[in-house]
Structures are given as structure tokens and as C-alpha cells.
């Protein structure tokens, strides 16, 4: 999993460049425009090295805070088989947060600033994390469906332009991909299981679908994106031709497996080729993702409070005059 | 030698030991998930959970091979009545400062039991204990660094680490309680017995702790937590494992 970071869409082209030396951004949009990557010591304008701080550390937030929902199930995991596939599921988000921070390092923030800022709801996460894993279903459907939506998020984004989150996202999307297939696995058992296990995971997915359509984030038709942001490669793909993806490609499976989607109007048109569905409330999303989910509170208290418990160790550890900004991927 | 039935159950009350111990212990590990100090600890932690999953696994399946029922069930259907870990193995995670003094007390005692039974009589023993060497190692190594690197941070963490080294050293001494056949494992060559391991990890863990400034009570002042081996448990057991099968028991003949 699972970042899906949403790029802010504030400021018109010209806000995103005023101030900077002309000729140095004709010669960064050149590389940029060549398919070199930006690299941590290179010249960047200002707004790019906030668009991706704000990107990859929400997306490193959502690893961490991604790995509550499905780790309340780790010990809970029926059978030695899923306990073992799971911890080490939500092992490598912990160890993508690792990288991605470490990415985000390399931009001048650093992890403890990062950290400070989710825990005080300065910055965010991705928002489907604020709604709860029920069952054991729940965490099935989220390993397989949520991780399929992070991959096709994370495969376009590391075509992107900066040099270290283009690499650890190469990295995360290898290890995604065993999760997708533990994910897989996992429904295929519930969906042809006995009818106690059908209802379980037909449920979860009733639950799951809306925060899923909600994942790659507003619709094209109501968040306009910058046409900078998409020539310095920050931005790579519409949320809605993210969206139209995952519904091709995961749609016919989950219809395959006898599940249904809760969304009669969903259907592919066969002349355009385009997925129609009941338009997700956005309203929704935006209640949440500003903080009035049902466990917006929940997560942040307890990052809060792991936080607060590790300062002690912390300290003891702390190299005050380092610095770590060599990237780890 | 031909073994007798006492042997067999001497054989099998060790095995149930050291596989509860090390399932318990890394269920407990695995709940640091998302809440270590630090995340490179959560990611170690996590990393020593299923490798104790594992090798109670591999200990299971012996005793599958011994007659007992396989290892999904015999893990997530008993009672705590039925399980013969010992008690530090079963106390909440607490804070970090607790969870590392259990797992380099655990730890080290493991190291040295699983590097006595590499010489085991039995065989599937001695197997699977040279092949968790290799990861053992790592688990004493994590823990030795951390408890180093606490003695020589703040005030704090030093004087947080000797307290929490005086609170399970206790519990820790319940690891070595003795079973009902401690001389049919010693006289068949299978286990050399507690008291042996006991007195190797004494010394082990306290030149461990003296190198770096903390002290080791004396054995001989504490009361050791004892009855975990025979079934009987601290409260804390039973929420465990109903949380632990809660879903295994929803269907327990159904594929998970």
C-alpha cells in the first residue's frame, strides 16, 4: 500500500514559478522534458520541492497510519498461514514509510518535522484509512482492492521526475505486488468459502467500495490540474484516468469471484470504452479528509500516543548534529 | 536407544514448551506493529515475530509427527489451562523499555537452548534447531545492541532499562521450570535439562548487562514465576488467545 497523495491544486501556473531565475527553470523543464530525473543536490524551483514534500510525506503517512486497519487483524489472523503472510505484509508498509520519509528527507524535512505534522493534523493522510476493518474480511479486501488501487497510483507516479521517490517507489511497487496476490488469495478463500465467509466478504466489500472510488481522489471535472505541475512530472495521470484503470482491471474479478458492487449503475460502455458509475459523494471526501471521518480521531490518537511512548528512546538515540539525507533507494 | 513411552511424553512436553513459548512471545511481538519508539524497531520487531512464528511452527509439526493434532489447531483452539508457556512470554507488551528486556532475556536463553539440542538424540530436534541459528543469532544480536545503546543514552533510558530488567528477571527465571521428565530427557540424550540451560544463561546475561553498567538481581532473592509450564497462567494468557482465534473460530473446519 497505499499512497495515494493528492497534489494540491492551488495556484495558477504563473504562481507556481513567479520568482524564479528564468534560465535556470528553462534548463530544469529541459531535463525534466528529456526524461532525466531531478536528483536531491540539483537546482528546483521552490513549488516543486513543496508539491513533493507535501506528496511524499503524505504518502509515507499513509503507510504508517495504513498499517493500524490491518494490524488490529495480525493477531487476530485465522491460522498460522495468514498470520505469517500478514505481519509481513504490514512489515513492508512500515518499511515503505522508512523509504519514503527517507525520500522526503532528502528535500530538507525532516522525519521528526514530517511526524509532528500528521500528528497535528497539519499534514494528511490518504483518506480511506480513516474508515475501520471491521471483520477479517475487511482486512482481506483492503490487502487486495486498496493495494491494487496503491500499485496503479505508484506505477504512474514512478515515471515521475525526482530521482529518489521515482526509485523507492520502484521498490514499494515490487513488494505491492505480493501483497495484491496475499490480498487475492485471501477474498478468493472467503468468496468460495462456506456461506458465513461469503456474507463476510460480501459485506466488506459493500463497506470498501465508496472509500475505494474515493482513492484516486475528486473528479477531473471538479479538481482542474495544473499544467505545470503535469510538465514537471509531479503530477502524472488524472485521477479519474486512475480511476477508469482500476475499474478495468479489478471490476471483472471481483464479479468473477460472485461478488457484486453496490453500485447498479456501474458499467462498462462498450463504444467508449469508459467504466459509468454513480458519481461518489464528494462531499463526503471532504468531510473526511478534513478530519470528520468515522476514525480520523482514532488513528491520529494512537500515532500520538506511540509517539509520545517512544520519545524516551528517542532521546536516548538522538545524534543531534546529524543530518540523514542520503536517500535510501 | 529405544525410547519409552515416557520418553515420547518427556519428548513431547518439551516440544509443547518451546513451541508455546515462541508463539506466544511472537504474538506479543507483533503487536508493536505500527507502534514502535521508532519505525526501524516496529520493522524489527516484526521481523523477530515471524521468525518465532515460524519455528513454533516447525515445533508443532514435530509434535504432528508424534501424534498430535495439527499445528492451525493445536495453536488456536486450546485453552490456557493447555498451553505450557512460560509467564514472561505472555505479559502485555507494556512499554518498549519491558518488551526489550523480555526479548534479550528470552533470547538469550533460547540461543543457548536451541545450540544445546543442535546435539539432540532426537533428531527432528536437532535439526530444526541448527537450522533456527542462523536466526536466533540475529535476535540476540538486536537485543544486546538496544540494551547498549539505552545504558549509554540519557539518564532516562539507563535507569528505565534497570528497572524494567529488575520488573522481568522474575519472570524470566519461569523459563527454567522444571518438567515431570527432566532425567528420561537427560538419560536419552534428548535435552541436557533446565538447571544446565539456567546456569549457562546466568552467566551469559550477566556479563551481558555488567559490560554495560547495569545490574542482574541475584537469582537467589527473587521469587521465580513459576506454573506457566503446568498450565496455570497469569490473567493475561486467555484474552490472548481468545483474540487470537477469534476468527479461526468462527469456522474452525472452514479454509481461511
Redesign the interface.
Known amino acids: 500500500m497505499y499512497g495515494n497523495a493528492y497534489v494540491e491544486n492551488t495556484g495558477n501556473n504563473n504562481s507556481l514559478t513567479a520568482g524564479e531565475d528564468p534560465v535556470k527553470l528553462a534548463e530544469f523543464e529541459a531535463r525534466i522534458a528529456a526524461g532525466e530525473k531531478i536528483e536531491p543536490q540539483d537546482w528546483m524551483p521552490k513549488e516543486y520541492r513543496r508539491q513533493l514534500i507535501r506528496m511524499i510525506e503524505q504518502h509515507a503517512h499513509s503507510e504508517?497510519i495504513g498499517?493500524?486497519p490491518e494490524?488490529t487483524?495480525?493477531?487476530?489472523?485465522?491460522?498460522?498461514r495468514?498470520?505469517?503472510a500478514l505481519?509481513?505484509k504490514?512489515?513492508d508498509e512500515?518499511?515503505h514509510?522508512?523509504l519514503l520519509?527517507s525520500a522526503c528527507e532528502t528535500l530538507g524535512k525532516s522525519r521528526e518535522d514530517m511526524i509532528n505534522d500528521l500528528i497535528n493534523g497539519k499534514s494528511k493522510y490518504s483518506n480511506i484509512f480513516n474508515y475501520p476493518a471491521v471483520t477479517?474480511a475487511d482486512s482481506a479486501v483492503i490487502a487486495w482492492l486498496v493495494d491494487a488501487g496503491a500499485i496503479i497510483n505508484q506505477l504512474t507516479n514512478s515515471k515521475g521526475s525526482y530521482g529518489p521517490y521515482c526509485r523507492a517507489l520502484d521498490r514499494i511497487c515490487a513488494e505491492e505486488s505480493f501483497h495484491l496476490k496475499y490480498g487475492h488469495d485471501n477474498v478468493v478463500?472467503l468468496a468460495t468459502?462456506?456461506p458465513?465467509?461469503r456474507e463476510m466478504v460480501q459485506e466488506a466489500m459493500n463497506r470498501w467500495w465508496a472509500p475505494l472510488m474515493h482513492f484516486f481522489g475528486p473528479s477531473d471535472k471538479i479538481s482542474q490540474h495544473t499544467e505545470t505541475l503535469m510538465k514537471w512530472k509531479v503530477k502524472m495521470a488524472s485521477n479519474d484516468d486512475m480511476r477508469q484503470q482500476f475499474l478495468d482491471m479489478y471490476v471483472p474479478k471481483i464479479w468473477d469471484l460472485g461478488l457484486t458492487v453496490p453500485d447498479h449503475n456501474l458499467k462498462k460502455n462498450e463504444e467508449s470504452g469508459k467504466w459509468e458509475y454513480t458519481e461518489p459523494d464528494w462531499e463526503e471526501f471532504k468531510r473526511v479528509i478534513n478530519g470528520d471521518g468515522p476514525c480520523n480521531k482514532e488513528r491520529l490518537a494512537?500515532r500520538r500516543?506511540?509517539e509520545e511512548?517512544?520519545?524516551?528512546?528517542?532521546?536516548?538515540?538522538l545524534k543531534k548534529d546529524a543530518r540523514y539525507v542520503a536517500p535510501l533507494a | 536407544m529405544e525410547l519409552t513411552e515416557r520418553h515420547v511424553e518427556g519428548l513431547k512436553e518439551l516440544l509443547y514448551k518451546m513451541a508455546d513459548d515462541l508463539l506466544i512471545l511472537g504474538h506479543r511481538n507483533s503487536e508493536w506493529t505500527g507502534l514502535g519508539p521508532v519505525l526501524e524497531e516496529d520493522i524489527a520487531f516484526s521481523s523477530m515475530a515471524q521468525d518465532k512464528l515460524g519455528q513454533s511452527l516447525a515445533l508443532y509439526e514435530l509434535l504432528h509427527e508424534l501424534g498430535e493434532n495439527i499445528p492451525d489447531i493445536v495453536a488456536f483452539t486450546r485453552n490456557d489451562n493447555q498451553f505450557h508457556n512460560c509467564h514472561l512470554v505472555e505479559m502485555p507488551i507494556g512499554e518498549y523499555d519491558f518488551s526489550l528486556a523480555r526479548h534479550f532475556f528470552f533470547d538469550h536463553a533460547d540461543a543457548i537452548r536451541f545450540a544445546m539440542l543442535e546435539n539432540s538424540s532426537f533428531e527432528g530436534i536437532s535439526m530444526v534447531s541448527r537450522k533456527f541459528r542462523g536466526e536466533i543469532k540475529y535476535h540476540t544480536m538486536h537485543a544486546d545492541v538496544w540494551m547498549k545503546q539505552l545504558s549509554h543514552g540519557t539518564e532516562e533510558s539507563k535507569a528505565r532499562m534497570q528497572s524494567a530488567i529488575n520488573a522481568a528477571f522474575p519472570l524470566a527465571l519461569g523459563i527454567f521450570e522444571e518438567g515431570e521428565y527432566e532425567a528420561e530427557l537427560k538419560e536419552a540424550g534428548i535435552f541436557e535439562g533446565e538447571a544446565a540451560l539456567k546456569n549457562q544463561w546466568l552467566e551469559k546475561v550477566n556479563n551481558e548487562l555488567k559490560k554495560h553498567g547495569y545490574t542482574l538481581p541475584d537469582a537467589d532473592d527473587v521469587t521465580p514465576a513459576l506454573g506457566g509450564r503446568k498450565g496455570f497462567h497469569t490473567e493475561h494468557l486467555q484474552p490472548l488467545l481468545n483474540e487470537m482465534s477469534e476468527v479461526f473460530q468462527i469456522d474452525p473446519g472452514a479454509d481461511w
Open positions: 504508517i498499517s493500524l494490524g487483524w495480525i493477531t487476530r489472523a485465522p491460522g498460522f495468514r498470520k505469517l505481519m509481513a504490514v512489515q512500515v518499511g514509510a522508512q520519509y477479517w478463500f468459502g462456506t458465513k465467509q494512537v500516543m506511540a511512548k517512544g520519545r524516551w528512546v528517542r532521546n536516548a538515540i
